[in-house]
Nanobody
Framework: QVQLVESGGGLVQAGGSLRLSCAGF????????MAWFRQAPGKEREFVAA????????YYADSGKGRFTISRDNAKNTVYMQMNSLKPEHTAVYYC?????????????????????WGQGTQVTVSS
């Protein structure tokens, strides 16, 4: 298990940008693929983006392609998500999550149940 703490959420106007961060605590953080999910009010938690343990491979939900960029700095035990051109429909609590299996290189197709460590979430609110 790895402990995860998200930050960087907030209130932004439509068209604006935010950069979310997820700090991992645990000596094995760098060996796990990571992902961002989000949950809007009244909706299920949904996948946004994932990145392999090395950072070489990424995968995005269709809703995030071209708009969101996931990255990681293993030296800092941190995963990031840059979000640009935000819209009101992006309003949600954003969670980072760590894979339950280490050294996974293929992150396309990973599901919610593949991730076994979760942060508490950070609220992103996009006003129109």
């Amino acid at each position: 298990q790895v402990q995860l703490v998200e930050s960087g959420g907030g209130l932004v106007q439509a068209g604006g940008s935010l950069r979310l961060s997820c700090a991992g605590f645990g000596r094995t953080f760098s060996s796990y693929a990571m992902a961002w999910f989000r949950q809007a009010p009244g909706k299920e938690r949904e996948f946004v983006a994932a990145i392999s343990w090395s950072g070489d491979n990424t995968y995005y939900a269709d809703s995030g392609k071209g708009r969101f960029t996931i990255s990681r700095d293993n030296a800092k035990n941190t995963v990031y998500m840059q979000m640009n051109s935000l819209k009101p429909e992006h309003t949600a609590v954003y969670y980072c999550a760590a894979d339950g299996i280490n050294y996974r290189t293929v992150v396309a197709g990973l599901r919610r149940f593949d991730f076994t460590s979760w942060g508490q979430g950070t609220q992103v609110t996009v006003s129109s």
